[in-house]
Every structure is written in C-alpha cells, then in structure tokens.
C-alpha cells in the first residue's frame, strides 16, 4: 500500500472509531444490542472507506481524466415495505462515476464504455484505476454506476438489491444518462465491461437491451445459478435465497431466468468472454456452460471466448499486475476497439 493509501486508510479509520463511541442511556436487549453494534459498524465503516476512495479516485487519474461523481435516477423504482406509502414507486438515485478523458476537446466525441463493478455487495474502488486508467487513455469515456445493493451507502441501498433483476435496469439508467449528459459520448458507440458479478450484469444487459450496446466483454462471468447453487455451501445458497426470496430448490425457473446462460440464443450483441481453469470462485465449468449454450444456439463468430490454463491469480488473473494479466487485457482492447474505434473523434 502506497504511503498515500496508508494515510487515506488510517484517516478512515479513526473516523469509524470516533463515530462508534458508545452511547449513554439505558442499555437494550445484549443479542440486540451485538447485532446493531456490528451492522452499525459495517455501515459506518464502508461510508468512510466510500469517502476516502472517492477522494483516491481524483489523486489516482486526475492527470488524465476529469474525474466526477453524479446523482441519477434510474429507470426502476425504489423498492419499498408499503407499496402505496409516500414516494412509492418514485425512482431510486443512486451514484455512478465518470472518468473524461482530458484529450478530448470542443465538439470532439468518443465512445463509452459502462464499466460495471464486480461483487454482489461492493462497489467501485480504486483497485480497478489502473484498469480505469489504461481505458482513458485509449480514448474511452467511462461511466461505472454504483446500482442498488452498492455498499457504501448504507444499509437500506445496499438492501436494495435485486439481483439479475432491477440492478440491470440501474446499469442500462447509467448508460442513458451518460448518452444524454456527457457532451463528448458518441451515443452510437456504447460498449460494456465487467467481471465476475460485473460480467454477469453485462451479459444480462446486452441480452435485455440488445440495441443499446455495440459490444460486450463479461471476464469470470457468474452464469448459471442453478449449478453455481450446487457448487456452493450452504451459507451462499442462503444468501441467494435472501436475494430471490426462494431457493434453488424452491424455484428453479427464476433461479434459470437470471442466468446468462438460459439467455444464450437471445445474443445479438458481439461479446468475448474470459475464464480462468483454477478461479476459485466462478467455477470454469458455470461459464464453459455458457459458452456450450451459446455454441448450440449458433451464436458463433458473434461471440469469442478463451479459457486460460491455471494462468496465476485464479479469479482476478488479467485483473492484476503480471505480464499475463496485461497481455490478456490487451486482448479486449482489441476486441472491444474493433467495434467502438476509440481512436476515431
């Protein structure tokens, strides 16, 4: 960690502790009290590590991007426990980040790439700058949206969450705005990456908004929900039955509905898709299904893939710092630049 990082951090870090002082007053039920106590911590402790980043942010790529962070509706509505309370059925806001590159200049346009962070519950940190930065200075306008279930934001965004549901629609609401408000966007050259999860909701976008998109690239993608449940222990299989309100078992259709495989032969979108044999989270045989599906639907050239033998890092292999890791994202630039054309304004 740099010695910028470190001092960022430990700020943070003393701001959670100030702010968990405990309270005066009469002391509530202990399992209560535990409970509140460590979601209290949680959330107070990812709103600081939000600031702090968002602060690296401007440090890490100010030099090459206008750096800034809005506040948008999206095209879903905020889920609520009275559906026909005040402000039901209102739009959520939520943030997304804009990274500009700073070469552009007057009426010059660019094309736009909507850059989806990765983790069911995470959001968009500088651990993705230098990814960020190797994509601005190709030429690329980014927009990478904090869709609800975002952390950082407290616990009722982050509750939000509507996994392969109203998340998609959030991502697609980032793409319209940036279309709409960012004067240099080309509207007809809209692109969208991610990994893991964020691969996941790239694929679930491109084959939900087919037109919006004119390619897609989904590393380590999450793509069948039904053999990723029964890979997985117990404690997982929970947590998506908290997400869907079913499990696997319970309903197998939605659990297929929201996966990218079961949508294979809607593909119009030119995609590539990355694995890793030895990824210790998306299991290579969840995306070889995919590819199988695709492949069955003839869905070929349309679509490229490589699958990478125990290349090093597992799951984050061509998100890290290695020779690999940079050879192969010079890949999907390639691919990506031969349907966007970066280089054109």
């Known amino acids: 960690m740099s010695p910028l990082r470190t001092c960022v951090f430990l700020a943070a870090l003393l701001g959670v502790a100030a702010a968990q002082a405990p309270a005066r007053g009469a002391a509530p039920d202990p399992a209560a009290q535990a409970r509140q106590a460590a979601a209290s911590e949680r959330a107070e402790f990812q709103a600081v590590q939000k600031t702090a980043d968002d602060v690296l942010w401007h440090l890490e790529l100010s030099d ?32 997304a980040y804009t990274f500009v590159p700073k070469q552009l200049t007057g009426d010059q346009k660019a094309p736009l790439l909507v850059y989806i962070h990765e983790g069911v519950h995470s959001s968009m940190d500088t651990s993705q700058a230098h990814i960020v930065r190797e994509l601005v200075k190709l030429g690329y306008v980014i927009v990478a949206p904090e869709y609800r279930g975002s952390t950082g934001y407290g616990a009722g965004f982050e509750n939000q969450i509507d996994y392969g549901g109203a998340e998609v629609v959030d991502v697609h609401s980032a793409r319209n705005w940036a279309v709409e408000n960012l004067p240099h966007v080309d509207p007809t050259r809209v692109g969208v990456i991610g990994w893991s999860h964020g691969g996941y909701q790239a694929l679930m976008g ?68 990355h694995t890793n044999t030895n990824d210790e989270d998306v299991n290579v045989m969840e995306v070889e299904h995919l590819i199988d599906a695709l492949k069955a639907a003839g869905k070929q050239p349309l679509f490229q893939y490589k699958i990478y033998q125990n290349a090093p890092g597992g799951h984050y292999f061509n998100r890290i710092d290695t020779s690999l890791a940079r050879q192969s994202r010079q890949e999907i630039y390639t691919f990506i630049g031969g349907y966007l054309h970066p280089e054109r304004h």
């Open 206 to 273: 491109i084959f939900r908004y087919p037109k919006d998109y004119a390619v897609a690239y989904a590393g380590v993608p999450v793509s069948d929900l039904v053999m990723r449940m029964g890979y997985k222990a117990q404690s997982y299989r929970d947590i998506y039955s908290g997400f869907l309100g079913k499990s696997a078992d319970q309903d197998p259709m939605e659990y297929r509905r929201r996966s990218p495989y079961f949508h294979a032969a809607e593909l119009q979108t030119p995609l590539l898709i």
């Open 64 to 95: 090459v991007a206008d750096v800034d962070k809005v506040w948008i509706p999206s095209e879903a509505p905020i889920r609520m426990a009275n559906p026909t309370g005040q402000g039901a059925g209102n739009p959520l806001l939520f943030h």
